[in-house]
């Protein structure tokens, strides 16, 4: 089976991390984002994953080249942007068959295989992954009935319009003749697609529980960091408590106050106190810092009686002791 990940964003909200990393090959745990998304499908199912890009596409392709990943990688260029619509049907020339199409920042539990099994119950053109939440006016929002048919699709509804606390997941199970809704440019599945095949009664539903995060923001890096770790999404590595130490070689001080943080190769902490941090490799931090929420570029220092709350941090970046951040990047573009 073909998995299309729809990645065409630039990473904006991951900056300056993704000025030199794009979002799908930056690390979580021993693995890439990208990895992680695709790992609601069961393993043996995917032979194929189809990259829908168009930033630093050329980084993403060189280094799927050289991983040790169980499937091929496919790149489909966006040259502009096309929206959830026109990105997957850019795609329409490199699929053939059923396949499995996901948004690029989904850390979650589903089972993807639970929706194969509907889809094959039900039949239709797609079937979608739902979760349930208390306010659902940001998100697109799903009628069902009792046989887990989808009766309406609404996005981003006011208040008065909503009908239902199930929203789209973003992980979707699609026919190929899910390309005949889709027009030529730029389009969106959720505005555009979705409502007139729920309309037509082509399309399926099931909610699953767990976690579902979209790991888009710092904050949210932060909670699929710590999702990850404590449901063992690694294949490297080992968990010290909450945390996730890469190897051998990082260095954590008795004095050091460490939880739910990510800590790759060469990791230093020097009598600091870190909370669902992100530290890529070569990171050190000095004492008596204090780190929140915070995602740590490789081959940065941070220097002494530093605050930082909810700040990404460059690659090869010096931090003077002292130094006091929340909701900023580093350096500091004026």
Not at 70 to 89: F, K, Q, S
Not at 192 to 214: R, T
Request: aromatic content about 8%.
């Amino acid at each position: 089976m073909q998995v299309v990940v729809l990645a065409g964003g630039f990473g904006t909200r991951l900056r300056p991390w993704t000025y030199e990393i794009p979002k799908p090959i930056l690390p979580m745990l021993d693995k890439t984002l990208l990895e992680h998304v695709v790992e609601v499908v069961p393993s043996e199912k995917v032979d194929e994953v189809v990259v829908a890009g168009g930033y630093k596409v050329d980084d993403i392709e060189a280094y799927f080249k050289q991983a040790d990943v169980p499937y091929d990688v496919t790149i489909v260029r966006e040259t502009e942007p096309l929206g959830t619509g026109g990105a997957l049907g850019n795609c329409r020339d490199v699929i053939s068959d059923r396949f499995v199409c996901l948004n690029g920042d989904i850390i979650s539990s589903l089972d993807m295989q639970v929706g194969m099994d509907l889809h094959e119950k039900n039949g239709g053109i797609g079937t979608l992954a739902l979760w349930k939440v208390e306010d659902p006016t940001r998100f697109g929002i799903v009628g069902l009935d009792e046989h887990q048919r989808i009766t309406q699709f609404k996005e981003k509804p006011k208040k008065e319009e909503v009908f239902s606390n199930l929203i789209n997941a973003g992980s979707y199970l699609f026919e190929d003749s899910i390309f005949d809704y889709i027009p030529e440019g730029r389009s969106s599945l959720e505005r555009d697609v979705f409502p007139v095949l729920a309309q037509e009664g082509k399309l399926n539903g099931f909610s699953f529980e767990g976690y579902f995060i979209d790991a888009g923001t710092p904050k949210s890096w932060s909670m699929g960091v710590k999702a990850s770790i404590a449901n063992k999404r690694w294949n490297s590595g080992k968990r010290m408590e909450t945390n996730w130490y890469a190897d051998d070689s990082i260095n954590v001080d008795a004095k050091s106050s460490v939880e739910h943080t990510m800590l790759s190769k060469g990791a230093t902490i020097n009598s600091a106190s870190l909370t669902n941090c992100s530290l890529l490799e070569n990171v050190t931090i000095g004492s008596n810092s204090t780190l929140i929420e915070t995602l740590v570029g490789r081959d940065t220092t941070i220097g002494k009686d530093c605050v930082l709350n909810n700040v990404v941090i460059d690659h090869g970046s010096i931090l003077p002791d002292n130094t006091v951040l929340s909701d900023a990047q580093w350096p500091i573009v004026e």
